[in-house]
């Protein structure tokens, strides 16, 4: 099992007291039940009933319960620029509140990555981006909730295995040696190309140049990169035993494979090896994302986006309220293991900020996210209550909050026009 973050594991140079500051976001696509109130379906609603710290939380949340003072359920809340585009289309958008009109298809930062530029330096690796589909997908369908700074896609890991290896592996010996000598090439290489561009811009046109430009801060991004891993190579790994993992369980096991996801983020967490997390549980394109088969594991018959479309025919609120709740069992599964370990005078969960949700609400309707934040509660948060937020309210202010909580530098994201001082305790 992996050893909590003691104080003699900081850096050197970090303030013994000040305990880390984390974030995960979790993305599920197609939407949840929302039957009309004042049916018997209602109790298959997603959104709770009543609000304020007087709502009850109705099936699909219901995991949850024992949680109820350690996150809040917001109504309302969307982005604005979101809300013109295709019900396929917002997935890309969730985390950055960007404008994807038109043809260019620009998208921007996304919170995690803001989040990075701050607390990225202080880890193994900067930011942890996860998927279900894994690496990128195409625009308007990616495979991936992370955009760097250029509203670049980041790569999404999808296999545990993969993902293990990656935070925990070790090399050793001529192993070892192979990849700093790796490393070592890729930075010579890098700059070659950056003595080299020097003398090309000068015969460019205008254009030309911006492009060249363009291309060069994807290199001096890879480059800051390998300095990185360069000064992580004589730090040791933590020792995690792979078989507290099932890492050989893949996507056509769906609970198993959700836990394991949830499980290598809490291990990342735990160990302090990043303090940033995405995961993707399924991209917004319907029949193309790997979780579309999900729902069969709760013998559900059909796919996941047949189950959103058919929530309008009779039965079809409980049927995908179910489904909804079994997601909401999986979300439950890691806040508990993050809730259950301790660290300084709380919890890992106390110092960590989850973000759960959709960017539909019904399928295809960009408005009204179903939206859950759970942790922080060291970090000055209040929960315990659900929010129903005025529709001018961007989704933005939400980010802003949270980025202020972590300790990040911000004075707006994307389109926000404040905080959310009704999250203050």
Known sequence: MALPLLEGMLRAGEAKTELPRRMCCVFFPFGVAMPKDNTPEREWGWFPTGEGRDYQLTNPLQPLKKLRDQFTVF???SHPKGRKLGGHDTGDTFLTGSDLAGSQFTNSISIDQYAAVTL?????????TLS???????????TTLSFSRDGRPIPALASPKQ?????????????????RHRLENSASMLDLVLEHSKSLKLRLGKRDQEKLDDYLSSVRAVEQRV?????????PKPDIDPATIDLAVDQKAPKEYLRAMYDLMFLAFQTDTTRLAT??????????TIANAF???????????????????????ERLGKFDQFLAEQLAHFLSKLAEAEEGDGSLLDRTLVLYGSSNSRTHQN?????????GSKLGLRHGQYLRCDEDTPLANLYVTMLDRLGVPVQAFADSTGEMSELFG
């Not at 009204?368 to 934040?373: D, E, I, S, T």
């Open 120 to 128: 990225g330096e202080k880890t193994r690796f900067p930011s942890l």
């Open 227 to 235: 300095e990185k891993s360069q000064q992580w190579l004589d730090i």
């Open 367 to 375: 408005r009204n996210y179903p939206l859950l934040l759970a942790g």
């Open 279 to 288: 995961y993707m549980i399924g991209q917004v394109a319907g029949a193309t």
């Open 75 to 77: 109504g309302g809340l």
């Open 295 to 317: 729902p069969a594991c709760i013998g559900l018959s059909g796919n996941w986006h047949g189950l959103a479309h058919g929530a309008g025919k009779a039965g079809g609120q």
């Open 132 to 142: 279900s589909d894994g690496g990128v997908g195409e625009p308007t369908r990616s």
């Open 163 to 179: 993902i293990f290896g990656r935070l925990f592996g070790k090399e050793e010996g001529e192993a070892a040696k192979a990849v």
